[in-house]
């Protein structure tokens, strides 16, 4: 593609390429950025659907504690969710909150996460299909990420994955305090979580750095 090629051109490629053949992770992430919302299923583009306020809400109050948090006490990157993190040849997704430990951060790259992240967080809101959601599980069971948060804002839980071996313990919480293994020392109470309003986000992040519960 020449630096000329105009966004109509552009366009009819990403077409041309997904009506020919699959693309691999890696033409994926050189045709589309942070401004599409897309992600990549077995060679094939998908769109992600719009998300709703709720999960807006949810999403920006959870990745400031994390990110606050992280950054405070120097534990690695956290990305939202317009970084790809490749499954496969063929698959990428994008989580929405992702957490790579210091020691793992060359797998963050300009194009996207190339490894297995340390923490991966979804959340599921009204209108999100559970087979979706399922697949996208099963992907980050495939690549043996360590944590795995499943927020389900419609029955009000979290389910908590957590790598044992070779296996997957499962922990369904509704209420009490959510302790991540990868990110030392940070927690938080389930009942914050679906708040309504949700609890100011700097007195939140100022708690959890001071409180030890």
């Known amino acids: 593609m020449s630096r000329t090629t105009t966004l109509h051109e552009v366009r009819e490629e990403r077409t041309l390429l997904l009506t020919t053949r699959p693309l691999t992770f890696d033409e994926f992430v050189q045709l589309f950025g942070e401004d599409d919302d897309v992600e990549l299923v077995d060679g094939v583009v998908v769109q992600r659907m719009a998300a709703k306020d709720i999960h807006e809400d ?12 992280t950054e405070t006490k120097s534990l690695g990157i956290v990305r939202g969710s317009r970084t790809p ?6 698959r990428g997704r994008l989580p ?3 957490f790579v430990r210091s020691e793992n951060t060359h797998i963050v790259q300009e194009d996207g996460i190339f490894g297995t992240p ?19 599980e099963a992907d980050y069971r495939s690549i043996k990420v360590p944590e795995i948060w499943l927020i389900d804002q419609v029955k009000g839980q979290v389910r908590v994955l957590r790598r044992r071996g070779e296996r997957y313990e499962e922990q ?3 209420r009490g305090i959510l302790r991540s293994e990868v990110i030392e020392g940070f927690w938080l109470r389930v009942d914050w979580i679906f708040k309504k309003p949700l609890p100011n986000v700097l007195e939140t992040l100022q708690k959890i750095l001071r409180v030890k519960p």
Do not use: N, Q
């Open 58 to 69: 949810l999403f920006r109050w959870l990745l400031f504690l994390l990110v606050g948090y």
């Open 118 to 136: 340390d923490l991966v967080v979804e959340i599921w809101s009204v209108g999100d299909r559970p087979s979706e959601m399922l697949a996208k």
């Open 172 to 174: 369904v919480m509704r």
């Open 85 to 90: 993190v490749k499954i496969t040849e063929y």
């Open 96 to 98: 929405d909150i992702v």
